[in-house]
């Protein structure tokens, strides 16, 4: 058992990276449902898939792209995804990899 001043030192908060961050996706990992409060209290759901042990948000719109690559290259194994902007301004584009 740790005492509060050894759980404060090694305390890491909780935060979910975003797909981008990653190098490289192979599209045959799971997706998991997660719920968050914004900051005022509304209760909102996301996506995620989870690399080594982290929780990697994926945005709707890179679902959508990828829907429209795999009609075209349904043999498609991995992708990277390019992300510009930030907050609501974000835009992100799914860039095929195989």
Same mark, same amino acid.
């Given at each position: @058992?740790?005492?509060? !001043?050894?759980?404060? +030192?090694?305390? !890491?908060?909780? =935060?979910?990276? &975003?797909?981008?961050?990653?190098?490289?996706?192979?599209?045959?990992?799971? %997706? =998991?449902?997660?719920?968050?409060?914004?900051?005022?209290? &509304?209760?909102?759901?996301?996506?995620?898939?989870?690399?080594? $042990?982290?929780?990697?948000?994926?945005? &709707?719109?890179?679902?959508? =792209?990828?829907?429209? %690559? *795999?009609? !075209?290259? #349904?043999? *498609? +194994? /991995?992708? #990277?995804?390019? +992300?510009? $902007? /930030? $907050?609501? #301004?974000? =835009?992100?584009?799914? %860039?095929? @990899?195989d």
């Amino acid at each position: @058992m740790a005492t509060i !001043k050894e759980e404060a +030192k090694d305390f !890491k908060p909780m =935060q979910t990276k &975003n797909i981008a961050d990653l190098d490289k996706v192979d599209v045959s990992l799971d %997706i =998991q449902d997660r719920e968050g409060t914004d900051k005022d209290d &509304n209760v909102f759901k996301y996506k995620v898939v989870v690399v080594g $042990g982290e929780d990697y948000r994926i945005p &709707n719109i890179v679902i959508g =792209q990828l829907k429209s %690559i *795999l009609e !075209k290259k #349904s043999d *498609l +194994k /991995t992708f #990277s995804v390019s +992300k510009t $902007g /930030t $907050g609501l #301004s974000t =835009q992100y584009t799914v %860039i095929p @990899m195989d």
